[in-house]
């Protein structure tokens, strides 16, 4: 009949336009990811254009398998059994697009065997996304267009031409160009995990591949080198530990960066010690606090990542050291303890005191990061609590830890709402300046020292101006500086590393510090025992990062083949003697968890 007739005509139109839709979504998304590898490394080399075929070979497999999948699914007539090649190439095509997403919002890649960390969280990462006008009305209507359209996709008929000898063929067509493309030779260049595709590079994942029980064996029984005691100077200072979120160097012109984004910073670094070979242990916000709190080197586990792995069932750490010595602990942060379960850590630690984002001195404020309020009022709320604590019958010398939260990523200034870096890292600034002015109009520098020091390097793109300006430690490097009122005034360029926070203040307020790096004293660089510094890299997971007095390199994490790739400066035996105690760190951190998981039946850090 020629309604029915018409009516097929539309649906097979429809169908097609459906089919199709996809694989030029994808296509579109490979435009723009040539275009940000172009503006990446094209534009750092002046050789624009140089590495787009590289990236298309990578990708085109990855785009003719979702075409592949979906012709076999329009080609089904059992509906139940077309649904999964439809499925699994929409799943394909979420994973192509969020990886292009963390490649330019986070100057990263997506970590597949991480997904379960943030899946546990959506409702606060939703709220956090929101906050900060990461997620518009557009963004919105794309989103539910998109899951429209999805759902028509799963559900339209079959396409009855693609059961036609011209329909296999277009298969096989497409097909033997993926597997053409896949077997193409590319381009081998140092930064060409960025050319992979987001399979190809969460196949070649260095971090994750297990050692030999031979190999633990025998790294286990030689440990690198036995712990060292040493007096300890038992001052009884208040301390505080300022932890500003993503302050890099780059944004400071004082420490050598590009940009004049923290002058007030920048001058009153200039007042007191600051260290301008500062490293973190890795690329975020958890590791950092990791470091900070309990001195962990780096993070490279081979487990599969759960929320502070390996920093559980430890008996080192900041409040246990303040305890231990008479001191009161507290942790004061504006942002959501709930995420990444940061609230049951922070007990763990053993903190005597914790405050979040639902403190009732927050009540009525705007929400931004993580439900945080401004930075400003985390520190006026600091100030109180300093108040309370100095005011108690039996006062303890307290150790504070205040964690900001206005500049993390997506930034939005909190009372403009710009988007600029220079706009919210200047708040940044602004605020933490004023608390510190604050905090001298109090006094408190007469019996208390500061250290104001970031957590990671913001999760941005590296420009080619700070990569000339910084080579290596580009991605490692961050702001620290101490004040105080018997602080010298001065700059240090030793290396030193967020590890060594812990074991200074071990050594300041104990009768003993014992470490098996020999004497850390942040205030001591002459007297401290001389040592390399580690830094795991956030764009290769496989890439640790060495800094030593005399040298740099970096290493490539590859079980029982991990090996240096490059150095510079250090020795073949010194080059031995750290790989052996990176691998005995890491097989000693995995053990040292597998034992607190089965103790505690996977409780906590688990879940």
């Known amino acids: 009949m020629p309604g029915t007739k018409a009516r097929r005509h539309w649906r097979d139109a429809i169908g097609w336009l459906l089919l199709a839709l996809p694989p030029l979504l994808m296509l579109y998304v490979l435009y723009r990811r040539t275009a940000f590898i172009d503006g990446r490394i094209g534009k750092a080399l002046e050789c624009y254009g140089c590495f787009r075929n590289d990236v298309l070979l990578n990708d085109w497999p990855l785009a003719a398998a979702v075409l592949v999948l979906l012709l076999l699914g329009f080609a089904c007539r059992q509906r139940w059994l077309a649904l999964l090649p439809r499925l699994a190439a929409l799943l394909v095509m979420l994973l192509y697009v969020t990886d292009y997403l963390t490649s330019t919002e986070l100057s990263s890649r997506l970590v597949l065997h991480e997904l379960p960390n943030y899946l546990a969280d959506t409702g606060i990462i939703g709220q956090h996304l929101g906050n900060t006008g990461f997620i518009t009305g557009p963004m919105w209507a794309a989103g539910l267009a998109a899951a429209g359209l999805s759902l028509l996709l799963l559900g339209w008929p079959a396409l009855t031409r693609l059961r036609s000898r011209s329909g296999a063929a277009l298969m096989l067509l497409v097909l033997a160009s993926g597997v053409a493309a896949q077997s193409w030779p590319k381009t081998r260049y140092v930064h060409s995990w960025m050319m992979q595709n987001v399979v190809q590079y969460n196949m070649q994942r260095g971090e994750m591949q297990p050692y030999s029980a031979a190999m633990i064996e025998r790294t286990l029984a030689s440990p690198p080198a036995p712990e060292t005691c040493h007096p300890g100077l038992q001052q009884r200072h208040d301390l505080i530990v300022l932890i500003l979120e993503s302050w890099s160097v780059y944004q400071s012109r004082y420490f050598g960066g590009i940009h004049n984004w923290t002058p007030r910073l920048d001058s009153l670094a200039g007042q007191g010690l600051a260290f301008d070979n500062f490293h973190a242990a890795g690329f975020s916000t958890n590791e950092g606090l990791m470091s900070l709190l309990t001195s962990m080197e780096i993070l490279a586990t081979g487990q599969r990542r759960t929320p502070y792995i390996t920093a559980w069932g430890g008996n080192y750490s900041l409040p246990a050291v303040m305890r231990n010595n008479g001191y009161h602990s507290s942790f004061l942060t504006s942002g959501h303890l709930g995420f990444s379960r940061k609230d049951l850590w922070l007990e763990h630690l053993g903190f005597d005191h914790i405050e979040g984002h639902n403190h009732p001195a927050y009540n009525g404020l705007p929400r931004f990061h993580f439900a945080a309020v401004a930075d400003e009022h985390l520190y006026r709320r600091s100030l109180q609590h300093m108040t309370e604590l100095e005011q108690q019958g039996s006062r303890k010398p307290y150790a504070l830890v205040i964690e900001s939260v ?201 879940r």
């Open 406 to 606: 206005s500049s993390h990523h997506p930034y939005k200034h909190p009372h403009t709402g710009s988007t600029a870096q220079a706009d919210v890292f200047g708040y940044m600034d602004s605020a933490a300046a004023d608390f510190i002015e604050q905090l001298r109009q109090r006094g408190f520098f007469s019996h208390g020292r500061l250290l104001v020091v970031s957590d990671h390097r913001a999760m941005v793109p590296v420009q080619p101006a700070e990569q000339k300006a910084l080579g290596l430690a580009t991605l490692s490097r961050i702001p620290a500086f101490w004040l105080g009122r018997d602080i010298p005034r001065g700059r240090v360029s030793e290396p030193f590393h967020q590890a060594d926070v812990l074991p200074t203040l071990e050594h300041w307020i104990a009768s003993e510090q014992c470490n098996p790096h020999g004497l850390r004293d942040m205030l001591s660089p002459a007297a401290s025992t001389p040592r390399c510094v580690y830094h795991v890299r956030g764009d290769r997971r496989e890439a640790v990062n060495l800094f030593c007095p005399d040298g740099q390199g970096e290493i490539r994490l590859a079980g029982d083949r991990t090996r240096f790739e490059r150095a510079q400066g250090i020795s073949a035996p010194q080059q031995k003697q750290a790989l052996h105690w990176l691998n005995h760190y890491r097989m000693q951190r995995d053990s040292r968890h597998g034992r607190w998981l089965q103790r505690s039946a996977g409780a906590t850090p688990g």
